[in-house]
Antibody, heavy 116, light 107 residues
Framework: EVQLVETGGGLIQPGGSLRLSCAASGFTVSTNYMTWVRQAPGKGLEWVSVIYSGGSTHYADSVKGRFIISRDNSKNTLYLQMNSLRAEDSAVYYC??????????WGRGTLVIVSS | DIQMTQSPSSLSASVGDRVTITCRASQGIGNNLGWYQQKPGKAPKRLIYTASGLQSGVPSRFSGSGSGTEFTLTISSLQPEDFATYYCLQHNSYPWTFGQGTKVEIK
């Protein structure tokens, strides 16, 4: 059974950094393409970043230069390093696995609140 | 960036109704579109991939159609568990973009 479990969210001050993790089971992260999507409270879904099996990455303009997507193959885990956080980065962050197109399986999400 | 315009933004319907939600892309995206269902407090769930492919385990009352710039999600006979918010996503080019969502409520 495929499972994705996000951790690492919490309350962080503006300008701070946070690293989100997405532990995967039931499949191999390194052979799939993996995505981060976020949802601000009461708002719609926003694509954040994707990493492909070959290692190529893409980012939304809103996070480019501040966020870094990566993975640890030995831990079968996806990461999102978030730097220079802003209030508008506050959201639930979901990781998802791509198959037959993106976002085929989703985790439950982790909440990030950026506030002083 | 490709803009995805979803309509309507909300609708009220009764159990058994046929429901249609539309997504229009600001430029052609082939069939690189998915449909997602989200219930309050839950993660989204994919219903349709590549415009018309039914995700495994999703009831056959859900169907998707379209290509290019206009896409449709149809629920042939609305069930109580279908009351939720629905989103389309284009993954033809970066940045991937979602529609703004359609909230399906009980009439």
């Amino acid at each position: 059974e495929v499972q994705l479990v996000e951790t690492g969210g919490g309350l962080i001050q503006p300008g701070g950094s946070l690293r989100l993790s997405c532990a995967a089971s039931g499949f191999t992260v390194s052979t799939n393409y993996m995505t981060w999507v976020r949802q601000a409270p009461g708002k719609g879904l926003e694509w954040v970043s994707v990493i492909y099996s070959g290692g190529s990455t893409h980012y939304a303009d809103s996070v480019k230069g501040r966020f870094i997507i990566s993975r640890d193959n030995s831990k079968n885990t996806l990461y999102l390093q978030m730097n220079s956080l802003r209030a508008e980065d506050s959201a639930v962050y979901y990781c998802a696995r791509g198959f037959n197109g993106p976002l085929g399986d989703w985790g439950r999400g982790t909440l990030v609140i950026v506030s002083s | 960036d490709i803009q995805m315009t979803q309509s309507p933004s909300s609708l009220s319907a009764s159990v058994g109704d046929r429901v249609t939600i539309t997504c229009r892309a600001s430029q052609g995206i082939g069939n690189n579109l998915g449909w997602y269902q989200q219930k309050p407090g839950k993660a989204p769930k994919r219903l349709i991939y590549t415009a018309s492919g039914l995700q495994s385990g999703v009831p056959s009352r859900f169907s998707g159609s379209g290509s290019g710039t206009e896409f449709t999600l149809t629920i042939s006979s609305l069930q109580p568990e279908d009351f939720a918010t629905y989103y389309c996503l284009q993954h033809n080019s970066y940045p991937w973009t979602f529609g703004q969502g359609t909230k399906v409520e009980i009439k």
